[in-house]
């Protein structure tokens, strides 16, 4: 004679509690991808896609090369990131860069090195001048706070046409 407390751990049963195991199958499938969206979710946000890291990490160039910017694409409100700006001209000229765009609007740049030789309020950006080196290379780096929430445009340009254009997203 079979004892009533073994049964088959996948049926349903009545007794001695009413259990309805293919509703619990299903609870258990959802754990399960749950747990799988959760690993998926702290992967990413190691790579960097809330904040610093390989997945936010962008360079570009301008198509002659004399501008050249590294840039963080995701950011965290209320989180400093850098901007790098590098230009190329003649050695130890005056370099003009104008920053553009909508991106003052999510972000306050909190500190900028080296200090710039002028600067001038353009548009709803700002354009700087700086000192290049006996090589004719100039660095800026900016640090910005993000301020806002949503996707900045930022276009980065100088007087004789090299530009980049790209976006910035600012998560909550």
């Known amino acids: 004679m079979s004892d009533p407390y073994e049964q088959d751990d996948h049926r349903s049963r009545q007794f001695p509690v009413r259990e309805d195991m293919a509703f619990q199958h299903k ?3 959802f754990e399960r991808v749950g747990w799988y969206v959760l690993v998926l979710l702290v992967v990413l946000a190691l790579l960097g896609l809330f ?3 390989p997945l936010s990490n962008r360079e570009l160039h301008s198509d002659d090369g004399s501008l050249g910017v590294e840039y ?3 950011h965290r409100n209320g989180s400093s990131n850098a901007l790098v700006i590098r230009l190329k001209g003649q050695p130890n000229a005056v370099l003009e860069v104008e920053l553009g765009g909508d991106w ?3 972000f306050e740049v909190q ?3 080296p200090a710039p030789m002028r600067s001038a309020g353009a548009g709803q950006g700002m354009t700087l001048w700086v000192q290049a080196d006996e090589r004719g290379q100039a660095s800026l780096h900016l640090s910005l706070l ?3 929430f949503g ?3 930022c276009r980065i340009a100088t007087p004789r046409g090299a530009s980049v254009s790209f976006n910035q997203f600012i998560f909550p």
């Open 111 to 113: 500190a900028l090195q």
């Open 151 to 153: 996707t900045y445009h």
């Open 104 to 106: 003052l609007e999510g």
């Open 27 to 29: 609870v258990w499938r």
């Open 51 to 53: 904040s610093r890291g």
């Open 146 to 148: 993000g301020d806002g």
């Open 72 to 74: 963080q694409a995701f």
